[in-house]
């Protein structure tokens, strides 16, 4: 098991910035590549970005490239989602999530990849 909690979310004006937090319990969380996910409200939940288990790779979904960093910090069993030039289509529950299969990292914009899943974030964007 690798609980994930995540924080960082809240109310933010479109084109400011917001960082997002996932952290892990576990000793193995550092072999796991970590996901991020957001759910608009009635929509299904969708990929945003990911990052391999040796951080040396990451994918980004089109929606976001360019505005959301992902990046880990393996002394804390952390992982972050910068996000700046939000835009109120953002606007969702941010989910991170852990898998440790070791198939490209593309693979993981698939939720089925994931092992464990943190219970999300709220993240509004106001116009």
């Known amino acids: 098991q690798v609980p994930l909690v995540e924080s960082g979310g809240g109310l933010v004006q479109a084109g400011g910035s917001l960082t997002l937090s996932c952290a892990a319990s576990g000793r193995a969380f550092s072999y796991y590549a970590v996901g991020w996910f957001r759910q608009a409200p009635g929509k299904e939940r969708k990929f945003a970005t990911a990052i391999k288990w040796n951080g040396g790779d990451t994918h980004y979904a089109d929606s976001v490239k360019g505005r959301f960093t992902i990046s880990r910090d393996y002394a804390k069993d952390m992982v972050y989602l910068q996000m700046k030039s939000l835009k109120p289509e953002d606007t969702g529950v941010y989910y991170c999530?852990?898998?440790?299969?070791?198939?490209?990292?593309?693979?993981?914009?698939?939720?089925?990849?994931?092992?464990?899943w943190g219970q999300g974030t709220q993240v509004t964007v106001s116009s």
């Open positions: 999530a852990a898998g440790l299969s070791r198939v490209p990292l593309e693979y993981y914009n698939d939720q089925d990849v994931y092992d464990f």
